[in-house]
């Protein structure tokens, strides 16, 4: 299948102090010079998926669980497919959503991160939901999804940008678990069995590092 062509960006295209809503870490908010901003460097379209991203906010937070996660999953799952190779210049970069959203484009770590991070914001707790690095047997690759657990050790469900569809992880056989973190720790993670604690999440660095720029509004 031909990948729809996105537009390859430098990573520092968007300006470090506009680079995430302020409050994904704990509310939603979106302020008229980050929208500003994104319509300069990436056109009106851009501006629009933020406003809808929003919007989205809006129509869902007050949802039950099950609702928000449906709404979230199919919202991200419209943004472009494409390599961080292609799209970054660079071999692994995890994107923030304002990014994503302002190139449409992202690959499976974005989407992840994305939803996570938006279904945070909207008060699903931290401790349901786990960004699982896994490997996608159909295709003999690595991949990455969002798994939410309503209880410890429920079977979780997962959101996954190659289905739209939210199953189950045990009715996704396609997928091998290997480890999952979020923003309070590091597991590994195997199917069938217990996952065992690693540490916390700032072992990994691509997250430390998203996580510094997420903070960066937040602290000025």
Known sequence: MTQPRVRRLPVRTIPLCLLLVTSLLSAF????????????????????????????????????????????????????????????????YWATPVEMLATNGADCEDFSIAKYLTLKSMGVPD??????????LEYNQAHMVLAWYPTPDADPLILD???????????????????????????????????????????????????????VDSLR
Do not use: C
């Not at 501006?47 to 919007?55: F, G, K, P, T, V």
């Not at 129509?59 to 419209?78: C, D, H, I, M």
């Not at 401790?127 to 996608?136: E, P, S």
């Open 29 to 92: 908010e979106l302020n008229n010079t980050l929208l500003a901003q994104i319509e300069s460097e990436y056109g009106s379209e851009a501006r629009e998926r933020l406003i809808a991203w929003q919007s989205l906010y809006t129509a869902a937070v007050n949802a039950p669980v099950e609702g928000q996660l449906k709404l979230v999953n199919s919202f991200f799952n419209r943004v472009h497919f494409i390599s961080d190779l292609k799209h970054w210049g660079q071999e692994d």
């Open 127 to 136: 401790d349901q939901m786990r960004i699982t690095y896994v490997k996608a």
């Open 161 to 215: 940008n190659l289905i739209n569809e939210i199953k189950p992880a045990s009715q996704r056989p396609d997928l091998e678990p290997v480890y999952s973190f979020n923003g309070e720790g590091l597991w590994l993670s195997q199917a069938n069995k217990n996952h065992q604690r690693l540490g916390g999440a700032d072992r990994l660095s691509r997250w430390t590092d998203l996580y510094n720029r997420l903070r």
